[in-house]
Each structure stands twice: as C-alpha cells, then as structure tokens.
C-alpha cells in the first residue's frame, strides 16, 4: 500500500515563499503521477500541479509562474517550491499520486498566508 507523507507547510507572509514535499513509501516502481491539490475551507480540493515519472508538468492557471513542482530522478519524493504567495494559496495541500488506476492521498499539510 502506497502511503504519502507531506512537509513543509507553514506560516507565510504575502510575497514569502514555502516549500512543500511529499514523499512516498510503499512502491518499488516509480509513481506514473505525482502532485499537489489544495482545499480552502468551503471550496472544493482542486488541482495545484503535477508531474509526471516522464517530467511533464501542468499547473492550475493561478499558480503558473509563481509555483514549482519538481521530483527525484529515480525515487517517489516530489516538491513543491511556492514563492510570491498569495492570501488566497492558503489551504490545506494535498499530496497526490496515481498509478495503474488507483489513488493515494496524503493526509495534507497547512499553508497559511498571513501579514
């Protein structure tokens, strides 16, 4: 069973930046999928960024050009770099990986964006 450990998360002021990491046990095969969702009190858990095992990035609109993801070359850890935070990035991150069909979540990490 694939389980996902997030780190990181924390206070931030406006315009600071955060770094989040999630590493996976469980799997002796690299991940297809790896990524970040978030959750904001009253809103639905959307999509962040993700990676592919290939390298192959996507993002949600509201992050590009402020967030990172990277991953390890042969291993299941993945990054998220966030800078020039926003109050509305504060949320719960989730961690997320997918392979052949199935799901796993970590149990997430809180990024608060504060003065």
């Known amino acids: 069973q694939v389980q996902l450990v997030e780190s990181g998360g924390g206070l931030a002021q406006p315009g600071g930046s955060l770094r989040l990491s999630c590493a996976a046990s469980?799997?002796?095969?690299?991940?297809?999928?790896m990524g970040w969702y978030r959750q904001a009190p009253g809103k639905t858990r959307d999509l962040v960024a993700l990676?592919?095992?290939?390298?192959?990035?996507n993002y949600a609109d509201s992050v590009k050009g402020r967030f990172t993801i990277s991953r390890d070359n042969v291993g299941n850890t993945v990054n998220l770099q966030m800078n020039s935070l926003k109050p509305e990035d504060a949320a719960v991150y989730y961690c997320?990986?997918?392979?052949?069909?199935?799901?796993?979540w970590g149990k997430g990490t809180l990024v608060t964006v504060s003065p």
């Open positions: 997320n990986a997918a392979h052949i069909g199935r799901t796993y």
């Open positions: 469980g799997s002796d095969v690299r991940l297809n999928i």
């Open positions: 990676i592919t095992k290939g390298g192959t990035t």
